[in-house]
């Protein structure tokens, strides 16, 4: 089931049974009426001649009241789809932010204990009189360290650029 599918379906479940009750009512209110204009226009000719004589003179009227309805339904159509996008962009949002607290870096690239114990680690074996200059030169990526501390630092690289070592 895809996002789209899955935040339509949870809408439709949070509108109250009353209110879906009204709606089919007031569709099926709809529909018998057209069904009744149409069965009083087939077999009333006076109902015929009325209509037909209202309709030639306010065709000006008719046809803008049928272009406004059209684009009110178009507006609609715009807001429905806007906010189906709002609300899979939340779901999706919300997921993200699931898995960002399940344990993961902002960066999605280690899991938080992970990276915590590399951290220790490092601070573990390197020490000031330490004679792995090479391993913290390596570890510092060509930064040098202040005078006094042999700590090497951690930094994040981009691995589309190229290495400046």
């Known amino acids: 089931m895809t996002t789209d599918q899955s935040s339509s379906s949870y809408i439709y479940k949070e509108v109250p049974l009353y209110a879906k009750t009204l709606i089919i ?9 057209s069904f009744w204009f149409y069965q009083e226009y087939t077999y009333n000719a006076f109902f015929q001649s009325w ?7 306010n065709q000006l009227f008719l046809l803008t009241m049928f272009s406004g309805l059209t684009f009110a339904g178009v507006a609609v159509g715009v807001v429905v789809r806007s906010h189906h996008a709002k609300a899979s962009l939340a779901i999706a949002s ?5 898995s960002d607290s399940l344990d993961t870096t902002r960066t999605g690239n280690l899991p ?9 680690m490092i601070r573990r074996n390197a020490t000031p009189g330490s ?3 090479q391993t913290q030169a390596q570890a510092t990526s060509g930064t040098n360290p202040p005078s006094g501390q042999g700590m090497p630092t951690l930094q994040r690289r981009d691995p589309n650029q190229p290495n400046t070592q």
Request: charged share 10%.
């Open 112 to 120: 938080v204990g992970t990276e915590q114990h590399l951290i220790d």
């Open 25 to 33: 009512v007031q569709t099926l209110v709809i529909l018998f009426f």
């Open 94 to 98: 919300a997921l993200k932010d699931t």
């Open 51 to 57: 209509l037909n004589g209202y309709i030639q003179t």
């Open 131 to 133: 004679s792995s200059n």
